[in-house]
């Protein structure tokens, strides 16, 4: 399959590298000065690159870059020919920029009817709000995901990074996906339209929020590190707690929340008035855990825990994460050396899902234009050169 990329963002940026990974070959349609994505960092040694930027080097591996001007005729008409032989176009740019950059989603799919076209914008191409601007932030608080992160009694705290984006990213990879499966079964002629809403993918992630406000006839509330405001009876824990060196997510087991007395060595855990209103007296079983964890180092308190099915885990900054000192993630060959395009190597996150009878595709992240030349027929790159894009 054949993917033609136009993003500015990392949701399109992220749909386009599942695509990759799974083996379709991905070509992003870049302005001279590069896509947004490759002026975001982190940076090595904060030193601003186009071409190492983490965001750049992560979201577009494996893919190929063409470097057109589309405010130009010559830049429109390169486009169209790459869309001849394309199966899937993905667009997430900046709606505003769209005539001016000769974008028209309707007057591709009529030129280009074996194209399905995946569009990704903040509040989708049809409804009241299709027009309106939105940010990582503005569509959190849309989405209602914001209201649910942070204390009670303090202001909405947001998840870090472009969470909502990259979820945008994953749903509309499973929509083309859906879609080309649906054309292999039916009319192989006729592409689909794959319309993606920023707004609606944050919403879809926060569905137990309205399944809560649905049957509790009330909306969750923020309930700092425990679970969003479930009521008394519910199980309880479910939390951050500090531990000896470090913090550990404490959670009862389900079935059999009596099992945390034994685990803590602490009889009152196991008392019927309490497991009756487990979530309604939090504080207390908070104070009952935490002789044992702030003496226990938080390996050994989730090593413990885990031996008795009582599902604890330590709180990992990102280093330790990469430091894999259980050897994990290197069993399941995740983190990937990779070379850096200015010097040395990187580690790299690897698959991000596993096949059984198909591997992962990876590679490294294009440098700007490098496949102008190398995807163009001699009679394109004459017209290209004309153009002042090869």
Sequence with gaps: ???????????????????????????????????????????????????????????????????????????????????????????????????????????????????????????????????????????????????????????????????????AGLHAALGVVAALQDGADGDQCAGQSVDTAVCDALAFLLGGGYQHAWFFDHDPVRNGARLVGFGPGHLYPSTIRPCADGWVHAHCNNRYPEAMAVLFDEPRLAEPVLLAELMGRADDVDELMAPTLTQTPRREMVQRAQEMRIPFTEVLAPSEVMSDIDGHHASREFWQSTPHPGDGVYLAPGPAVRFGKTGWADGSAPRLGQDNERLGSRAELARWRRAGVA
């Design 1 to 167: 399959m054949r993917v033609i990329e136009l993003s500015d963002t990392p949701a399109g940026a992220y749909c386009g590298r599942l695509l990759a990974g799974m083996g379709a070959a991905v070509t992003m349609i870049e302005p001279p000065e590069g896509s947004g994505l490759r002026r975001k960092g982190p940076f090595r040694l904060d030193t601003p690159d186009i071409e190492g930027g983490a965001s750049h080097l992560h979201l577009n591996r494996r893919k190929r870059s063409l470097r057109l001007d589309l405010r130009t005729g010559a830049g429109r008409r390169l486009l169209e020919s790459q869309l001849a032989s394309a199966d899937v176009l993905v667009i997430d740019t900046d709606r505003r920029q769209w005539s001016e950059l000769g974008i028209d989603p309707g007057a591709f799919r009529r030129r280009h009817r074996q194209l399905h076209l995946c569009t990704i914008t903040p509040y989708g191409l049809e409804g009241p709000k299709s027009e309106w601007l939105g940010s990582e932030l503005t569509l959190y608080a849309a989405g209602g995901y914001l209201g649910i992160g942070g204390e009670p009694d303090r202001e909405p705290v947001k998840a870090w990074g472009e969470q909502g984006h990259l979820q």
